[in-house]
């Protein structure tokens, strides 16, 4: 996408903001943002404050009256009541009884902190298209912009189209940007939409809002209320010390915090490099072999997506739509992460060939959600050898891909000294070490073949068997229904190596597996 980056001749550093508009409303002009020294744009903070989060994220913005409520103690409280609520004299605060005497037709719903959480992630992650400083503060949004108002033509054009996002997602949000991010939070959640770059313009800016918006403890507001302090004008114009010493530190490092005094750091959210796009065919496929040049497309950008976020793609799966709306998927197994396009096409491939449709496909759709980060190594600068690949694991992976993941497993050990017991299927890889340290014959016989006498002499396929002198007693199963108590030997005959045991209860020599 190209962005036209036009120049604003008169742009103010201190510029008012309707809620719900994307158009700004000049005010008296200050120092121009596109002629600010590059420090004086280090941070500027945009907080977003959501009024209806509580009924955005239950998906109840209805019409009729509705309000959602909390429980406190032995009643319910209002938390956020909606539009047609308000204009019956509704507010938030208000006992559930009270609110249901003013409207008895009054709809409650009880408020789902996880929905609102979720709602919160989804917005946050949304925001990452324009900054990738994204902070999620109690129940608002806040973007770290100062690095992307270039990028999108200055602040005017980014605001702009920050807004109009937001408030297709959301009802009536207010935006706000600010120097530092306590102020930024601080105007959005009082509604103050405003638009300063310059930290001068903080105080005038703030000094109208209420104290009880900065300081929440009881014992404070009625302090400061005995004192005659009822904005935050009022309340920077106390001696610091003061201050301090009346209503606590922690109240004037706030204060330094919205005015830009101290530092503020914030953690930005961390999104999940989560991959999935589709394409969608206008007349349809009806033969899987004319998906290969989409596959090969979606496939190139996941590799760009895994170069970009340094990791590995540890599993994924493709994703098919037909004409009547039913899904197919795909998946394609790994057994070590990949990155490289080509070689996930090949498997993509040989996973293909098990699906059979006659129906016409719409869509297809790749996605990856398990990944492993890229692990770092050091490489010889004059070395132009590349390494050999590792044939076991890319055999192992087509295999999987075209016979299915169950066709191909591993053996490992399990914790018994039967040797029929003594092994089970895992995943291909896995390894363990021999925990008696004994030598096991790589064939082992499912069920154990009776061994001849012959003249005194132990006969296997008319060979002569030759015992090793050595010989290991394996007497377990007690606690089952399977007991055993043998003597295996190491034999051999002219052709072959076999493992061999004499039963202790009967006397009988049977072949129990081939070296």
């Given at each position: 996408?190209?962005?036209?980056h036009q120049s604003l001749k008169s742009r103010s550093a201190?510029?008012?903001?309707?809620?719900?508009?994307?158009?700004?409303?000049?005010?008296?002009?200050?120092?121009?943002?596109?002629?600010?020294?590059?420090?004086?744009?280090?941070?500027?903070?945009?907080?977003?404050?959501?009024?209806?989060?509580?009924?955005?994220?239950?998906?109840?913005?209805?019409?009729?009256?509705?309000?959602?409520?909390?429980?406190?103690?032995?009643?319910?409280?209002?938390?956020?009541?909606?539009?047609?609520?308000?204009?019956?004299?509704?507010?938030?605060?208000?006992?559930?009884?009270?609110?249901?005497?003013?409207?008895?037709?009054?709809?409650?719903?009880?408020?789902?902190?996880?929905?609102?959480?979720?709602?919160?992630?989804?917005?946050?992650?949304?925001?990452?298209?324009?900054?990738?400083?994204?902070?999620?503060?109690?129940?608002?949004?806040?973007?770290?912009?100062?690095?992307?108002?270039?990028?999108?033509?200055?602040?005017?054009?980014?605001?702009?189209?920050?807004?109009?996002?937001?408030?297709?997602?959301?009802?009536?949000?207010?935006?706000?940007?600010?120097?530092?991010?306590?102020?930024?939070?601080?105007?959005?959640?009082?509604?103050?939409?405003?638009?300063?770059?310059?930290?001068?313009?903080?105080?005038?800016?703030?000094?109208?809002?209420?104290?009880?918006?900065?300081?929440?403890?009881?014992?404070?507001?009625?302090?400061?209320?005995?004192?005659?302090?009822?904005?935050?004008?009022?309340?920077?114009?106390?001696?610091?010390?003061?201050?301090?010493?009346?209503?606590?530190?922690?109240?004037?490092?706030?204060?330094?915090?919205?005015?830009?005094?101290?530092?503020?750091?914030?953690?930005?959210?961390?999104?999940?490099?989560?991959?999935?796009?589709?394409?969608?065919?206008?007349a349809g496929i009806a033969n899987t072999e004319q998906l290969?040049?989409?596959?090969?497309?979606?496939?190139?950008?996941?590799?760009?997506?895994?170069?970009?976020?340094?990791?590995?793609?540890?599993?994924?799966?493709?994703?098919?739509?037909?004409?009547?709306d039913s899904s197919h998927r795909i998946p394609v197994y790994?057994?070590?992460?990949?990155?490289?396009?080509?070689?996930?096409?090949?498997?993509?491939?040989?996973?293909?060939?098990?699906?059979?449709?006659?129906?016409?496909?719409?869509?297809?759709?790749?996605?990856?959600?398990?990944?492993?980060?890229?692990?770092?190594?050091?490489?010889?600068?004059?070395?132009?050898?590349?390494?050999?690949?590792?044939?076991?694991?890319?055999?192992?992976?087509?295999?999987?891909?075209?016979?299915?993941?169950?066709?191909?497993?591993?053996?490992?050990?399990?914790?018994?000294?039967?040797?029929?017991?003594?092994?089970?299927?895992?995943?291909?890889?896995?390894?363990?070490?021999?925990?008696?340290?004994?030598?096991?014959?790589?064939?082992?016989?499912?069920?154990?073949?009776?061994?001849?006498?012959?003249?005194?002499?132990?006969?296997?396929?008319?060979?002569?068997?030759?015992?090793?002198?050595?010989?290991?007693?394996?007497?377990?199963?007690?606690?089952?229904?399977?007991?055993?108590?043998?003597?295996?030997?190491?034999?051999?005959?002219?052709?072959?190596?076999?493992?061999?045991?004499?039963?202790?209860?009967?006397?009988?020599?049977?072949?129990?597996?081939?070296?």
């Open positions: 996408m190209i962005r036209t201190l510029t008012a903001v309707r809620r719900g508009s994307p158009d700004l409303a000049k005010v008296p002009p200050t120092t121009l943002v596109d002629t600010l020294p590059p420090a004086a744009l280090d941070h500027l903070w945009l907080a977003v404050s959501f009024p209806f989060l509580p009924l955005e994220a239950l998906g109840q913005v209805r019409q009729q009256p509705m309000v959602v409520v909390v429980q406190q103690g032995q009643m319910q409280k209002v938390i956020t009541p909606n539009y047609s609520a308000q204009r019956s004299g509704i507010q938030a605060g208000m006992t559930l009884i009270a609110a249901q005497t003013l409207n008895p037709a009054l709809h409650a719903i009880s408020r789902d902190i996880a929905a609102e959480s979720n709602r919160l992630q989804k917005l946050a992650l949304m925001a990452g298209n324009w900054t990738p400083a994204v902070s999620i503060i109690e129940n608002n949004l806040l973007l770290d912009i100062a690095g992307s108002t270039r990028l999108f033509g200055g602040i005017a054009q980014l605001l702009e189209q920050i807004q109009a996002w937001i408030a297709s997602e959301a009802l009536s949000p207010c935006v706000s940007v600010m120097p530092t991010p306590a102020s930024a939070i601080l105007c959005a959640r009082t509604g103050k939409s405003l638009c300063i770059t310059a930290r001068e313009h903080i105080h005038g800016a703030i000094r109208e809002i209420p104290t009880q918006a900065l300081v929440t403890d009881t014992k404070r507001q009625q302090a400061l209320n005995r004192f005659g302090i009822n904005t935050l004008g009022d309340l920077l114009r106390l001696p610091r010390d003061g201050m301090a010493r009346r209503l606590g530190p922690d109240l004037v490092q706030k204060l330094d915090k919205l005015l830009g005094r101290q530092p503020d750091p914030q953690k930005a959210i961390t999104p999940p490099p989560v991959f999935h796009q589709r394409i969608v065919f206008d290969v040049p989409f596959m090969e497309t979606l496939l190139e950008e996941l590799q760009i997506h895994l170069t970009r976020h340094h990791i590995l793609a540890e599993q994924f799966e493709w994703h098919l739509l037909n004409e009547s790994l057994t070590h992460p990949h990155r490289d396009a080509f070689d996930l096409m090949k498997l993509s491939q040989l996973a293909f060939e098990k699906f059979k449709t006659k129906d016409v496909i719409t869509h297809i759709a790749l996605k990856a959600s398990c990944f492993a980060p890229m692990p770092s190594s050091s490489k010889d600068i004059f070395s132009t050898l590349p390494k050999s690949a590792d044939y076991g694991t890319s055999l192992v992976d087509r295999l999987q891909n075209r016979l299915g993941r169950h066709a191909v497993q591993g053996l490992c050990l399990q914790p018994d000294h039967r040797p029929e017991k003594a092994w089970g299927h895992c995943k291909v890889g896995e390894t363990s070490a021999l925990s008696h340290g004994a030598q096991r014959p790589l064939w082992l016989l499912e069920t154990p073949r009776s061994v001849r006498i012959s003249q005194g002499q132990l006969v296997l396929g008319g060979q002569v068997l030759f015992l090793q002198s050595q010989r290991e007693r394996i007497c377990s199963g007690w606690w089952d229904s399977h007991p055993i108590r043998r003597d295996y030997y190491h034999a051999r005959t002219a052709t072959l190596r076999v493992w061999i045991f004499r039963d202790l209860n009967s006397g009988n020599w049977c072949l129990h597996g081939i070296f």
